[in-house]
């Protein structure tokens, strides 16, 4: 374990099922983020939480909705997702204007059928 | 930030020194190189950061030219659990920044037996 922590570690879902991705930290960090990594692909930053406010959110579909209720606590709402959108995706975590690394968690692997 | 160039992949011997290197021309002063890894299906892992001085811990060693144009990142002894992606960012700490990373492609580092 990293210190951060991702449930579930895979998902199935079906195009109109609701789901929710569930990240925690006790790092002390005070900054969380949502990356999403596609088959063969960089890792795409989705969404950046600051002292649990929204500072970031790169053109994300709708159809993906973040919510913070506290600085140790991060989830990623999902409805309505398309095959396309079936990818492992990692949440981390880091000290706010800190000089020290990003810590990652395990990531959800998620398929959409 | 400033962009990275990094060889897509290199292949190196168990036991043997891996020198994975890493281009950053574009880098101004306050920004730091950072190296992780992303064994596969996992998060990526935090390794090692540098402003310009050379830095050792427990895991490798980051070597950064006096003009800070390129770097390299040496596992001393690679084992067979060091393949992965190795990923070099360059990303300014402190100030108001949060501390975004953003990922390349990265460097494919195959450990053969």
């Known amino acids: 374990e990293t210190g951060v922590t991702q449930t579930p570690r895979h998902l199935v879902m079906g195009m109109t099922n609701k789901k929710s991705l569930k990240c925690e930290q006790h790092?002390?960090?005070?900054?969380m983020y949502w990356y999403k990594q596609s088959a063969k692909k960089p890792l795409e930053l989705m969404f950046v939480?600051?002292?649990?406010?929204?500072?970031e959110n790169n053109s994300v579909p709708s159809r993906f909705s973040p919510e913070c209720p506290n600085s140790s606590h991060l989830f990623l709402h999902l409805h309505t997702l398309q095959p396309e959108d079936s990818a492992l995706y990692l949440c981390?975590?880091?000290?706010?204007?800190?000089?020290?690394?990003?810590?990652f968690g395990s990531g959800t692997r998620l398929t959409v059928v | 930030d400033a962009k990275t160039t990094q060889p897509p992949s290199m292949d190196c011997a168990e036991g043997r020194a891996a020198n994975l290197p890493c281009n950053h021309s574009?880098?101004?002063?306050?920004?730091?190189v950072y190296w992780y890894r992303q064994i596969h299906s996992q998060g990526p892992q935090y390794i090692i950061h540098?402003?310009?001085n050379n830095e050792t811990n427990e895991m490798a060693s980051l070597i950064i030219t006096e003009d800070r144009k390129s770097s390299t990142l040496i596992l001393p002894h690679a084992t067979l659990r060091d393949t992965a992606v190795y990923y070099c960012?360059?990303?300014?700490?402190?100030?108001?920044?949060?501390?975004?990373?953003?990922f390349g492609q990265g460097t494919i580092l195959t450990v053969h037996p």
């Open positions: 981390a975590s880091s000290q706010y204007q800190g000089a020290t690394g990003y810590t």
């Open positions: 790092l002390g960090h005070n900054a």
């Open positions: 939480y600051s002292l649990e406010e929204r500072v």
């Open positions: 574009t880098i101004s002063g306050n920004e730091y």
């Open positions: 540098g402003l310009k």
């Open positions: 960012i360059v990303r300014v700490d402190g100030g108001t920044s949060y501390g975004k990373l953003t």
